[in-house]
C-alpha cells in the first residue's frame, strides 16, 4: 500500500492558487501545486507526481511543517521587513515598543 500525501490546511485552496499565480519559476509553481492536490485531494504520492508532472520521490520529500503553508510565519516575516529589518531586542517590551512607534 503506497502513502497517502495529505498537507495540513493552514492555507485555504483558494490562498494556495493565489500563491500559484503569484510564485514565479517553474519548480516553485509545481511545488505549490503539490501542496494543492495534497490539501484539496488527499491521494497516493504517485497520482499527484503524475497530476503534477513531478517525480514520485519530489511529492515525498515535501515537508510536514513548511513555513510556507503556516500563516504565522508570514506574520512574523512582514513585522521582519517592515518594522524589525537589523534590530535586536531584548524583551518582548521592547518589541511592543518597536510596533507601536512603528503605527
Known amino acids: 500500500m503506497s502513502n497517502v500525501t495529505a498537507a495540513v490546511p493552514h492555507l485555504t485552496k483558494d490562498e494556495i492558487l493565489g500563491r500559484i499565480k503569484e510564485t514565479t519559476g517553474f519548480r516553485k509553481v509545481q511545488k505549490w501545486l503539490i501542496i494543492l492536490n495534497a ?7 504517485e497520482e499527484i507526481a503524475i497530476h503534477t ?5 519530489t511529492v515525498l520529500r ?17 513585522l521582519r521587513e ?3 529589518h537589523n534590530k535586536a531586542f531584548n524583551s518582548l517590551d521592547g518589541v511592543a515598543g518597536q510596533k507601536k512607534s512603528a503605527q
Open 39 to 45: 490539501t484539496v485531494d488527499p491521494r497516493p504520492a
Open 53 to 57: 508532472g513531478m517525480a514520485k520521490q
Open 62 to 78: 515535501q515537508p510536514s511543517h513548511s513555513p510556507e503553508l503556516n500563516p504565522t510565519e508570514h506574520i512574523w516575516e512582514e
Open 82 to 84: 517592515k518594522h524589525f
